[in-house]
């Protein structure tokens, strides 16, 4: 085991936005870790909370980083520059770790593999949450779903890399994986599911493009350029409280939506966009077009009908026959999107629940 003494090893960056309905189990779950609290910086990226979570954040030895444009992916790159320490763990406000040996294992593997980014193995769903958060955990949302098809479930997102590439060591805490094998890459973003990355590494190694906030959730794929070596600790998996309601949660993909056709400049650029662009070396010709058969597989309804089916059967799980519906509500939501861009209409930067307009100088 890594000898951790008193001194800041990891920083622990959370963007914040009127949390109090989960913060003080993030917070709990980070105080019970076998890591010493004395031994983490825990840093809060408010987006202008009025809940209390900033005076709570302040109460339990966080400090607060104000973030002027709301929403999350700027907020995560004002906590990489906050970062005194080598080694940076992002957590979204809604991921709770789901053991004590969650950040002691990811320090230990990183220690043992020399790996700069090291996974947890996905998310499990909290046990009083809402039942959509079973599909929002594994897929993130339908496009995703059909374009990916990638599984943040965990012993699902750990059997898939094993099927996909090649596992280089492998203990019961941790695995290795090697990526430089020219297949598909996974959906994969560093600034969630409790990743912890070397700072210092991507710092020297990867100035120009951390410079940039919106290229922060594209780190992995960027590091590939230069290593194909990513450990996952088999045993950290976080619980993900990711929505309270479906409402909410459709709310969440019309705004994902929204930042790709209107705003691929700046907040879509941290998105489906910029990985596009990235992962387009490793895409077969026809899986580069793929996206462009979401629409048609959404209208025409059997496709994404037996999907949801498949889903629900082999899931076990009744809520996976929203699937269905979730692919039409976000066709639809595309192509008036795409309508209101042809002609010339441009709706105003909004923070991630809709609520507050986010003005291009902040």
């Known amino acids: ?45 408010d987006g202008g909370s009025t809940d209390g979570t900033v005076n709570y954040g302040e109460s339990c030895g966080c400090k607060i980083v104000k973030n002027p444009r709301t929403e999350p992916v700027y907020a995560k790159y004002l906590g990489f520059l906050e970062c005194e320490t080598q080694f940076l763990v992002y957590l979204d406000h809604d991921e709770v770790f789901d053991n004590c040996e969650c950040l002691r294992d990811q320090v230990d593997c990183a220690a043992s593999t020399d790996s700069q980014i090291v996974l947890s193995s996905g998310y ?7 039942a959509i958060n079973n599909y929002i955990n594994e897929y993130g949302d339908p496009f995703s779903r059909f374009v990916y098809n990638s599984s943040k479930e965990p012993e699902r997102f750990i059997t898939e890399l094993k099927q996909k590439y090649t596992i280089i060591a492998e ?12 297949r598909k890459l996974p959906l994969i973003e560093l600034l969630a599911m409790g990743t912890m990355i070397d700072k210092k590494y991507f710092v020297k190694n990867f100035s120009d493009v951390v410079s940039v906030p919106e290229n922060l959730p594209h780190l ?42 209107h705003h691929a400049e700046s907040t879509g650029a941290s998105g489906f966009l910029m990985r596009e662009k990235l992962m387009s070396s490793r895409e077969s010709y026809l899986s580069k077009y793929k996206k462009f058969l979401f629409i048609p597989y959404s209208i025409l309804i059997f496709p994404c009908v037996f999907d949801s089916l498949f889903l629900a059967i082999t899931r076990r799980k009744l809520i996976y026959l929203i699937h269905a519906p979730l692919c039409v509500y976000t066709s639809a939501k595309i192509i008036t999107n795409i309508i209101a861009k042809f002609l010339g ?11 507050i307009e986010v003005k291009k100088n902040d």
């Open 220 to 261: 992995f794929y960027f590091f590939l350029s230069k290593k194909s070596r990513v450990a996952i600790c088999k045993k950290h998996k976080l619980v993900h409280y990711s929505s309270e309601s479906i409402l909410s949660y459709l709310k969440k993909i019309e705004w994902r939506i929204k930042n790709n056709v």
């Open 171 to 182: 203990n019961d805490h941790w695995m290795e994986v090697d990526f430089s094998v020219d």
């Open 1 to 45: 085991m890594t000898d951790l003494l008193c001194e800041k090893v990891v920083t622990i960056v959370i963007a914040t936005f009127n949390s109090m309905h989960v913060l003080p189990k993030v917070l709990t779950a980070i105080k019970n870790q076998t890591i010493p609290f004395d031994s983490i910086s825990v840093v809060l990226v």
């Open 345 to 355: 209409f441009k709706p105003n930067l909004r923070s991630y629940d809709g609520k």
């Open 124 to 130: 499990v769903n909290p046990k009083e949450g809402h």
